[in-house]
């Protein structure tokens, strides 16, 4: 167990719908990344947050949005869902390392179908 | 922005060789060097790092090399054993606070009994 808790596991819904992904962080992480990794691909980049605000964006669709709130915990919002977007969605979280960088965790993922 | 290339993308190798996995980055600030290990349907998960302040780490049959000056760094395995089979990712770090990491595109390794 990384200490990072993504829910839901498993989402099917209809395209057109709009899903909203849950991340937990580590306690004591204040960095929250999103990626997306579609059948037998990378790890594609989406997101950053940083103690609340945005620090990086990668390949984020316009249709997806995200946001950390004040307890740390982040949610991912996908909306007009595609069959493309289809995918396992990964949270990570890292811990500032007083002047050193530290390992990403990730979660065990949310499976999101598309049909 | 920061951009890391792996190869190679799939690598077969027989049970008690040695296999070895290579990525280059191209942003000099970069300073910290993970590897990760997926295997199938599961999250990725830390087998490795390195700092730019070290040009080798090893922990029991795994390796990492790191050479600054060519901005690439590698992975070594050796006496691979069945599950050694996965795919593993390299990453790329910069800043601290709030650092972003920047992942190749993965290397689908297989361990032949």
């Known amino acids: 167990d990384s200490g990072v808790t993504q829910t839901p596991k498993h989402l099917i819904t209809a395209t057109g719908q709009r899903v909203t992904l849950r991340c937990s962080p580590r306690?004591?992480?204040?960095?929250v990344y999103w990626y997306q990794q579609s059948l037998d691909q990378g790890l594609q980049f989406l997101i950053q947050?940083?103690?609340?605000?945005?620090?990086a964006k990668g390949n984020i669709l316009e249709r997806f949005s995200a946001q950390q709130f004040p307890d740390l915990h982040s949610e991912l919002n996908l909306s007009s869902l595609e069959l493309g977007d289809s995918a396992l969605y990964f949270c990570a979280s890292s811990r500032p390392g007083q002047g050193e960088n530290t390992e990403a965790f990730f979660g065990q993922g949310t499976r999101l179908t598309v049909v | 922005g920061e951009n890391v290339e792996q190869h190679p993308s799939t690598l077969s190798v027989q049970e008690g060789d040695s296999a070895v996995i290579k990525c280059t980055y191209s942003?000099?600030?970069?300073?910290?060097f993970p590897w990760y290990k997926q295997e199938l349907g599961k999250r990725p998960q830390l087998i490795i790092d390195i700092r730019s302040n070290v040009g080798e780490k090893k922990d029991q049959r795994i390796a990492v090399t790191l050479n600054k000056t060519a901005k690439h760094f590698s992975l070594h395995i050796t006496e691979t054993q069945p599950e050694d089979s996965a795919v593993y990712f390299c990453?790329?770090?910069?800043?601290?606070?709030?650092?972003?990491?920047?992942f190749g595109p993965g290397t689908r390794l297989s361990v032949l009994p």
């Open positions: 942003d000099s600030a970069s300073n910290y």
């Open positions: 947050y940083y103690n609340g605000e945005e620090r």
């Open positions: 990453a790329a770090s910069t800043g601290n606070y709030g650092q972003n990491f920047v």
């Open positions: 306690s004591g992480d204040l960095s």
